[in-house]
């Protein structure tokens, strides 16, 4: 009885060990991948450079923008329309990727009414530019 208990234990101290063995090893086998940001740099009528975010990190709130917005300039609420969150930005109507004015920004959801999704106020810079016009 005594050798049953005994190679029983064994047994399942080897198990013990192995699930821990595999277990460490597990988290190297396939480390997290490290994040990119799709990027690219665009000149404004001004000459003056921005790097623009072709797909977010982070979660925006995405927005549609009429007018001409130099890349980096605050947006007045009444010519932003709210297309969605994600962190993928929407094409937006007639948009680009490498010109000087905003098309889709994203924006942080402080700066972004909950209750209306409307810009909190005419002084809202956006966080990310991935979609521009000319």
Not at 24 to 31: K, L, N, R, S, V
Not at 37 to 47: I, Q, Y
Request: with cysteine.
């Amino acid at each position: 009885m005594k050798t049953k208990i005994a190679n029983s234990l064994r047994a399942l101290s080897v198990l013990f060990f192995m699930g821990l063995f595999f277990t460490a090893q597990a988290g190297e086998i396939d480390p997290p991948k490290k994040s990119t940001k799709e990027v690219t740099e665009v000149k404004n009528d001004k000459g003056v450079s921005t790097k623009i975010v072709l797909k977010a990190q982070t979660s925006y709130k995405w927005f549609q923008i009429s007018g001409t917005y130099d890349l980096s300039d605050p947006v007045m609420q009444s010519d932003a329309i709210y297309l969605g969150e994600g962190t993928t930005p929407p094409l937006g109507e007639n948009c680009g990727t490498d010109n000087a004015h905003q098309c889709v920004s994203g924006f942080a959801s402080n700066q972004v009414n909950p209750s209306t999704n409307q810009l909190i106020n005419d002084d809202q810079a956006p966080q990310a530019t991935p979609r521009t016009k000319d």
